[in-house]
């Protein structure tokens, strides 16, 4: 559940509007948003994202775009473009204010060195495992480093030297002076900086010390002045640490660190840890698979910058963790192109229907709504001609009682067409396999009505077929089959929680001819079927189509089935 106030704002617009209303920042508010280069953002980011941009925008304010990149390993220029066409296709930007990070080292060196002349930090010789052991538990209270109480001249003549290379990798930290029996683990002489021997996409080899996140990322705050430093809850315990340090160090501005509730969906795993190995195992194609939780795979899907922007709204802010539902993302992108997407008709699986009383030469043109939702998208003409084709599941045999769709001798509406009745059943001798349809409209029913009030019970698409496009259609689905997929069963991993099911490819498939000028990224409702957005990877002479969304919520009918 999301918080808030009776004025109808968040718990940290609450707050930010407080300080704007009594000077405080000089009444300024200025946000960032922190990304590590070491992935694609994913729909947590575009959270995180919506509520710094958002807030900057709503207080007159400003957010910057900063790459925390400290972690050299991990990080890739190809990140930071992503994350740049990212949050400027979701509607954002941050002008002139784009940072890294590594901009502040030389500083960040600075500040260390400070913080040793304070007595406040000390070289360690521990490696990772000592560290580790002397760190203690929640229950159990860490023990002094035997480093702890070097001078502050050694430890400046170490701190020099680990600068200049002298010392192997995880031979040596630095680390905070504080407090090894600290409630908050943090707390325990957090280690400061750490020795690393990788190349950096943009310092390249000129450090070979590289500061950890909780001293890189208050004083960078402080070096940007920003306000109001937004973070998720896993950061609560950090705020003591991000606090000391700027106390500490008595930096000009103290930015106030306010953490809010995590974005988890069901059905999606969000760490991009996981979503990497995803990538390189190849149980996706690449970051912006469509069944990625990604910024660039949900574009690719074709799911709106609008209708994700508003889903972000919509779940809110809260102080503690809530697990949202995938549906609620699903149902804001239905609205969006609901209100947006204009409507043509396509066949995915197509049967041959010949309408035996309609002349071989003519086409006629018939007019089509585009969208019903939307009277300014005005109307198309849709050809209709002797041979079309439907779907081939909208035709039974021999139907139960409940199928109401075309079976022998029965009569139904073509949309925007005529009444067709099916007088015959043409079939492969060999394999019993329907080939094609044998039926006859009526003329009276042009547009799809008849003059004398008739009915039939069932309307459907069709495309013609000498006119049709040919498509391939890739109908994806939730990349896992459990609301938990980190879960996963005894002795497995997450891998275990995939859908087997998650893309089925269909080639062959009829699109009526509009379709020829659509662009890579257009959005199509096709009519019964769902909604779907042509492939930025579509070629010139073909189109490829991918859904973005079925019209309803099949999913739990499926499960049903299935269970
Ligand atoms: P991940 O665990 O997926 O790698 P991260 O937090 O390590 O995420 P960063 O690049 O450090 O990724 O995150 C940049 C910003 O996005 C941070 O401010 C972080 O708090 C925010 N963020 C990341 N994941 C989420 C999420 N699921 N919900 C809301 N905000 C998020
Ligand atoms: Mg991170």
């Known amino acids: 559940m999301s918080e808030t106030s009776t004025s109808g704002k968040d718990f940290i617009r609450t707050i930010v509007e407080r300080d704007v209303a009594t000077g405080k920042n000089g009444g300024r508010v200025v946000t960032r948003f922190p990304p590590e280069p070491n992935g694609y953002l994913h729909i947590g980011h575009a959270k995180s994202i919506c509520l710094n941009f958002g807030i900057a925008k709503e207080y007159g304010g400003r957010c910057h775009l900063r790459f925390d990149d400290t972690n050299p390993a991990a990080e890739d220029t190809e990140y930071v473009e992503s994350i740049q066409e990212d949050i400027r296709w979701l509607g954002f930007d941050w002008g002139e204010h784009q940072y890294y990070a590594s901009d502040y080292y030389e500083l960040l060196y600075k500040y260390a060195v400070a913080l040793i002349k304070k007595g406040k930090a000390f070289v360690c010789d521990l490696d990772a495992e000592q560290l580790r052991e002397f ?122 660190q306010i953490e809010f509730g995590r974005l988890d969906l069901t059905y999606t795993v969000m760490s991009k840890r996981v979503l990497r190995r995803l990538v390189s195992e190849e149980h996706v194609e690449s970051w912006d698979d469509p069944r990625m939780p990604t910024v660039s795979g949900m574009r690719r899907r074709g799911f709106p910058a609008d209708a994700i922007r508003k889903f972000c709204t919509e779940v809110g802010l809260a102080r503690h963790h809530a697990t949202v539902q995938i549906e609620q993302l699903e149902t804001a992108v239905r609205d969006e192109l609901n209100r947006t997407a204009p409507r043509v008709m396509a066949v995915l699986d197509p049967l041959r229907v010949v309408i035996e009383n309609y002349p071989e030469d003519v086409t006629d043109e018939l007019d089509a709504v585009n969208n019903p939702e939307d009277p300014s998208a005005g109307t198309r003409k849709v050809p209709f001609s002797r041979e079309l084709f439907i779907e081939r599941d909208d035709f039974m045999e021999d139907p139960p009682r409940k199928f109401f769709r075309l079976a022998p001798g029965r009569e139904v509406r073509l949309r925007y067409a005529y009444f067709i009745t099916c007088t015959d059943v043409i079939k492969d001798e060999n394999t019993g396999q329907i080939l094609e349809l044998r039926c006859t409209y009526d003329p009276a029913t042009r547009g799809g009505d008849a003059a004398d009030g008739r009915k039939v019970k069932a309307t459907l698409h069709w495309v013609s077929a000498r006119d049709a496009i040919e498509a391939e259609v890739r109908l994806y689905d939730r990349l896992f089959i459990t609301p938990t997929p980190m879960k996963a069963p005894e002795g497995k991993d997450f891998i275990a929680n995939l859908n087997p099911d998650s893309l089925e490819i269909r080639s062959g498939c009829m699109v009526e001819p509009s379709l020829a000028s659509a662009a890579p990224g257009d959005r199509f409702q096709f009519e019964r079927l769902g909604y779907f957005c042509v492939d930025p990877d579509s070629p010139e002479d073909a189109l490829i189509l991918n859904r973005t969304v079925t019209l309803r919520d099949t999913w739990a009918r499926i499960q049903a089935k299935n269970s």
């Not at 996140?213 to 920003?226: Q, R, V």
Request: proline share 5%; net charge negative.
């Open 135 to 256: 760190r203690g538990t929640l229950k159990e209270a860490g023990r002094d480093s035997p480093s702890r109480e070097r001078t502050v001249e050694d430890n400046l003549d170490l701190f020099i030297r680990m600068r200049a290379g002298e010392f192997a990798a995880g031979t040596r930290t630095l680390r905070a002076k504080i407090d090894m029996a600290s409630p908050k683990i943090v707390m325990r002489d957090p280690v400061l900086y750490r020795i690393q021997f990788s190349h950096h996409h943009r310092t390249g080899d000129s450090w070979c010390i590289y500061p950890m996140y909780d001293f890189a990322h208050c004083l960078s705050d402080s070096i940007e002045n920003i306000t109001h430093s937004l973070c998720t809850l896993e950061f609560a315990d950090n705020k003591a640490l991000y606090d000391w340090v700027l106390q500490e160090l008595e930096t000009p501005r103290h930015p106030q």
